[in-house]
């Protein structure tokens, strides 16, 4: 290699990309007391602005749900034998936390608190939909993988925060009374308004008994045991036939459980069949044959009454025993210290953002001078300036 070619090697300049790292930490050092003094004068005026803002408490409450357990009516179930299915259907939820924070997050319970608190004022809101989506934005309600539901409200009043964080618990009890979620819930509320449905029959058809008159003739021409086996067999048959129209509800008709009641059904129907042609209502005419069929009517609304009274009584014995009942954890207190807004984090944050926007700016700057330092950039940039004021024009 000759002597020439070697000098030419030996003073070549560095490569692009050197050089540009070279321009880059010289720009960077140009401008070093503005990136270092920006970024810290936004941060301590973003500090100084979070003092004027008013603080925010977080008040905090823990809680329960109710806990579904597994019904203790099956034995009364299983003597009763036709209203076995009539609360069956009720099914568990995969998640019954969710269900109870969507409960909260309703709207009957949100306009409760907006009145209970008078939101509309303390948000200054003209509409309640408006007081509403304030009041959910300040609330987070949300179900952890231990089954506790958290309940986090902001105020700037540590007072109010936890009043309301309190009130979510106080109104979920309030709408639970009014709703049947539970299994146990589900029966009590059936066995409840059938229950209220047989007495009123029970009271007509005693009532009807009384005014037919009662005679020796009547009573010798049908036993009272005979006719109370009759009134029970009806009541059961009707019972039964109650079950399997709940059944088709939920199996399908060749479920082997649907078929045995099928069974059941229809042996019960038999010996219905088989009792009324054995009744010895041959001699008993006009006034006695009245007599006999109130009582028997009578004593079927009695036997229907009593087995509602019994499953109704189980039902709340469980419903007692599972609770509608909210067992809280951590009660809402009035916080000592803000959580909003967190003042360092703040002024941290702007510093950085601060100090990233200035070194952009400084790149953007050096390249334009660069771009215009160069011949053939400076005439495309001028065209591109007269392009722009021809635009205006």
Do not use: C
């Given at each position: ?86 609360a069956g259907a009720a099914t568990g939820i995969k998640n019954p936390a969710d269900q109870y924070v969507a409960f909260m ?190 009582y028997r009517d009578f004593k079927y609304h009695e036997t229907l009454f009593e087995l509602f009274a019994k499953q109704y ?57 660069n771009a215009s330092a160069n011949p053939e950039t400076a005439v495309k940039l001028a065209a591109l300036r007269a392009s ?6």
């Amino acid at each position: 290699m000759s002597d020439a070619t070697q000098a030419g090697v030996a003073h070549a300049p560095p490569d692009d990309e050197e050089i540009s790292l070279l321009d880059l930490l010289q720009v960077v050092a140009e401008n070093l007391r503005l990136l270092i003094l920006g970024p810290l004068a936004a941060g301590v005026l973003a500090l100084a602005i979070t003092f004027a803002i008013a603080p925010t408490f977080t008040a905090t409450t823990k809680f329960m749900p109710p806990q579904q357990q597994q019904s203790g009516a099956a034995a009364m179930l299983s003597s009763l034998g036709a209203l076995g299915g009539l609360a069956g259907a009720a099914t568990g939820i995969k998640n019954p936390a969710d269900q109870y924070v969507a409960f909260m997050k309703s709207r009957s319970v949100l306009d409760v608190m907006v009145d209970r608190f008078k939101l509309m004022d303390r948000y200054e809101s003209k509409f309640r939909e408006d007081a509403r989506k304030e009041l959910e934005k300040n609330s987070i309600i949300a179900s952890g993988k231990d089954g506790l539901i958290t309940i986090d409200v902001d105020d700037v009043d540590p007072q109010v925060a936890a009043q309301i964080a309190n009130a979510y618990v106080e109104e979920l009890g309030h709408l639970l009374n009014r709703l049947a979620v539970t299994e146990a819930q589900q029966r009590r509320l059936f066995f409840e308004k059938q229950l209220g449905s047989a007495k009123d029959n029970l009271v007509k058809s005693e009532q009807a008994l009384k005014a037919s008159g009662v005679n020796s003739s009547a009573l010798k021409a049908s036993p009272i045991a005979a006719v109370e086996g009759l009134a029970k067999l009806k009541a059961a048959i009707t019972a039964q036939e109650v079950k399997l129209a709940s059944m088709r509800g939920y199996l399908a008709e060749s479920a082997p459980d649907f078929k045995q009641a099928q069974t059941e059904l229809f042996a019960m129907r038999s010996q219905m069949a088989r009792a009324e042609q054995e009744e010895p209502a041959a001699g008993a005419k006009g006034a006695d044959s009245d007599y006999i069929a109130k009582y028997r009517d009578f004593k079927y609304h009695e036997t229907l009454f009593e087995l509602f009274a019994k499953q109704y009584e189980m039902a709340r014995v469980d419903e007692s025993r599972e609770g509608a009942v909210i067992q809280v954890v951590d009660v809402a207190q009035p916080p000592e210290r803000k959580s909003k807004p967190k003042k360092a984090n703040i002024a941290l944050m702007t510093t950085l953002a601060a100090g990233f926007a200035l070194l952009l700016f400084i790149f953007i700057r050096q390249a334009w001078r660069n771009a215009s330092a160069n011949p053939e950039t400076a005439v495309k940039l001028a065209a591109l300036r007269a392009s722009a004021k021809g635009a205006k024009a």
